[in-house]
Nanobody
Framework: QVQLVESGGGLVQAGGSLRLSCTTSGRTFSGYALGWFRQAPGKEREFVSAIDWNGGHTNTADSLKGRFTISRDNAKNTVSLQMNSLKPEDTAVYYC??????????????WGRGTQVTVSS
């Protein structure tokens, strides 16, 4: 099983930015799609963004387009999520996920433990 480790979460004021990163201490990311999900208190986990194996295609939740951008660096075994113009409703635990195949239409496989993002008003 691959261990995914998220970083970059924290407390930020509304309108601010954060950049989340996820890396692995195990197998390489390069042959898999990667993504981010989030879960707010009392709510179900929801999709945020995903990127295919070589970064050629991305998909972001409609409500987050224009503010959140996913990217990856296969040489560094890292996937990142740049979050701008943050809102209090973006407060959640953000999880990194490695999909089971090259593209994000495959099933999510391995999950990180999550990093807390809190946006104050």
């Amino acid at each position: 099983q691959v261990q995914l480790v998220e970083s970059g979460g924290g407390l930020v004021q509304a309108g601010g930015s954060l950049r989340l990163s996820c890396t692995t201490s195990g197998r390489t990311f390069s042959g898999y799609a990667l993504g981010w999900f989030r879960q707010a208190p009392g709510k179900e986990r929801e999709f945020v963004s995903a990127i295919d194996w070589n970064g050629g295609h991305t998909n972001t939740a409609d409500s987050l387009k224009g503010r959140f951008t996913i990217s990856r660096d296969n040489a560094k075994n890292t996937v990142s999520l740049q979050m701008n113009s943050l809102k209090p409703e973006d407060t959640a635990v953000y999880y990194c996920v490695r999909y089971s195949g090259l593209y994000y239409n495959t099933d999510p496989g391995d999950w990180g433990r999550g990093t807390q993002v809190t946006v104050s008003s």
